[in-house]
């Protein structure tokens, strides 16, 4: 009897946890379709960053969903000390939405380095960072029995190729972040075209995909 209530409690578990993933990867989907849909219906074009929309009628949209994708990567676990790089993870999107970023930078002129623009922006790439990490060494992970055997199941292979990707896309993402702001020349011709956006959206997108296969939603075994 004992036996059936473990089984059934241990389900459960699995069930939430694929669960919590799939919210987590279908918020992460949403967020730049959402922004940009707005930005589309208003004629006004997207803003220079994800962040900037807290300065537009998504304020609390764009508040509200990644304060929930910030507090599911606190309640994850996963394997062994997964959960420290998830609930880091989840720190730095709580900072990245409370200690927003400035109109200083709105119309993408030089930044004011300010020590709360420094939080921000360090703190929005410490997020992606460990997104990308969790994706490519994290979910790659597999159980003893599979170790054991030397042979990934088809599905799970499959998976791990998917996770690989899109963290390797969070991460080109990012580098080409940084260039952006580090090279004063690329900054001053690529500008107009609202690069960070794009890029924040493409790293978005990637890290929601990366979550809904974990979830099981796609390539289920």
Known sequence: MSTQSERQSKQELIVSYLTLRKAVGILGLLLPFMLFFYSLFKGQGVQIS???YYFTEMR????VVLSLISLFLFCYEGYDNDKYYSRAAGFF???VVFIHTTL???SCMPLDITARE???LGSAALFLGLLGYMSIFLFTKTNDLNKV???LPPKKAARNRVYKVCGYVI???LILMILFFAIGSIKAKLCVYKPVFWLESVAVLAFGF???VKGETILKD
């Open 50 to 52: 994800i962040s900037h």
């Open 60 to 63: 609390n949209e764009f508040v």
């Open 93 to 95: 999107g709580l900072v």
């Open 104 to 106: 200083k930078c709105r």
């Open 118 to 120: 420094i939080i921000h």
């Open 149 to 151: 055997m030397g042979v």
């Open 171 to 173: 991460f080109l993402c």
């Open 210 to 212: 990366s979550w809904l």
